[in-house]
């Protein structure tokens, strides 16, 4: 944003400040600050992956381990001046592969709940629905998996070890 001089104060007027606004460099310093919160919650194997600048990996590292309110907000502080410096599409570029990423395996997971929900619910219909979806499981191992999880389902109310092996055999068989 530029701002001029008067416009009282002659016929061509200059430029006071030919750069960003301090609410501009505000946000920027804000999105720097909660990037490095993000990448405070990788891992040790995803952090070096990115392969960041010393003083910023070690300060990350060393954000981890302290345990004040207000020692962790210098630091977070301390780690997004030091983001200012560098050039982060790289990093937000992997960090949004990596929540992509994220968002289709809880689909994934989403699909097999409702799979193992409707085939305990509606034991029948629901198993001929995954055969005709899956045409070459086994239809009698089938049937004995749904059969031992609603019969624990109607003894217990809720899902236990016959629940969790039709939840695996789901997850394999959906892929």
């Known amino acids: 944003m530029k701002r001029f001089s008067r416009p009282d104060s002659g016929p061509d007027p200059e430029p006071l400040f030919d750069g960003p606004s301090k609410s501009v460099l505000k946000r920027e310093a ?12 990788l891992n040790d194997a995803e952090l070096a992956a990115l392969e960041l600048p010393e003083a910023l990996h070690e300060a990350i590292v060393a954000a981890r ?4 309110r207000g020692g962790g907000a210098r630091q977070r502080q301390y780690i997004g001046k030091l983001m200012r410096d560098i ?24 699909r097999v709940e409702n799979w193992r929900t ?8 629901a198993l001929t629905a995954l055969h005709e979806a899956y045409p070459t499981l086994d239809a009698a191992d089938w049937r004995q998996r749904v059969a031992a999880a609603l019969t624990e389902h109607e003894r217990t109310g809720a899902g236990g070890a016959a629940s969790r092996e039709l939840f695996r ?6 892929g």
């Open 30 to 41: 804000q999105r720097a600050q909660a990037l490095g919160e993000q990448l405070i919650g």
């Open 65 to 68: 381990s302290i345990g004040s």
């Open 87 to 110: 050039d982060l599409t790289r990093v937000r570029e992997i960090l949004g592969a990596k929540a992509a990423k994220s968002a289709l395996e809880a689909q994934r997971l989403q």
């Open 118 to 125: 409707r085939l305990i619910g509606g034991a029948p219909a």
């Open 169 to 174: 055999a789901l997850r394999e068989l959906l």
